[in-house]
T-cell receptor, first 110, second 113 residues
Framework: GENVEQHPSTLSVQEGDSAVIKCTYSDSASNYFPWYKQELGKRPQLIIDIRSNVGEKKDQRIAVTLNKTAKHFSLHITETQPEDSAVYFCAAKGYNDMRFGAGTRLTVKP | DVKVTQSSRYLVKRTGEKVFLECVQDMDHENMFWYRQDPGLGLRLIYFSYDVKMKEKGDIPEGYSVSREKKERFSLILESASTNQTSMYLC????????????FGPGTRLTVT
């Protein structure tokens, strides 16, 4: 099955700076890569996803890039704001499963 | 707007008790999932169901069972709760088995003493 590693486990940035979270996956057949945001005490919610037929996708301050050759994908948040503080999970869909990374706790300092 | 609800936000049970966690979704999704969330381990799949009465084991099914008698409801059962099952339990539902957004419930924080 799929195996997903996520780094870093914690990330602290100043408001206005950029934040990057990276994930690697093991199954070369993986073709769907979602990112979920979980604010403190709340449920995880999808913020962006990418399929293997594209290399990059943007939605306002959030972007995801995918490198299929290297089997890694990254979440980029620009102009970070305090409300971006949360735990972020990446995931990868393998042949018959979907695995989540361990999560990154992002703290944006005002 | 998809809504996934879970029967309890917090639950405290004693070792050896039988525990039922219930999840209900209102979007007519065929696929429902139970995850366990622990610090540093992310979300680990316990069981999932792709249709009424159909279920498949996830990565950590030991000590758990599930029931799906109706499309909108997916129950997680701890036959004999143990302290190592103290955790946050998240239910989710989705249109597709794996390649689509999963909608999560608010979670149940279970403490087994």
């Amino acid at each position: 099955g799929e195996n997903v590693e996520q780094h870093p486990s914690t990330l602290s940035v100043q408001e206005g700076d950029s934040a990057v979270i990276k994930c690697t996956y093991s199954d070369s057949a993986s073709n769907y890569f979602p990112w979920y945001k979980q604010e403190l005490g709340k449920r995880p919610q999808l913020i962006i996803d990418i399929r293997s037929n594209v290399g990059e996708k943007k939605d306002q301050r959030i972007a995801v890039t995918l490198n299929k050759t290297a089997k890694h994908f990254s979440l980029h948040i620009t102009e970070t704001q305090p409300e971006d503080s949360a735990v972020y999970f990446c995931a990868a869909k393998g042949y018959n499963d979907m695995r989540f990374g361990a999560g990154t706790r992002l703290t944006v300092k005002p | 707007d998809v809504k996934v609800t879970q029967s309890s936000r917090y639950l405290v049970k004693r070792t050896g008790e039988k525990v039922f966690l219930e999840c209900v979704q209102d979007m007519d999704h065929e696929n429902m999932f139970w995850y366990r969330q622990d610090p540093g381990l992310g979300l680990r799949l316990i069981y999932f169901s792709y249709d009424v009465k159909m279920k498949e084991k996830g990565d950590i099914p030991e000590g758990y069972s599930v029931s799906r008698e109706k499309k909108e409801r997916f129950s997680l059962i701890l036959e004999s709760a143990s302290t190592n099952q103290t955790s946050m339990y998240l239910c989710a539902s989705s249109l597709a088995r794996w390649g689509a957004e999963q909608y999560f419930g608010p979670g149940t924080r279970l403490t087994v003493t």
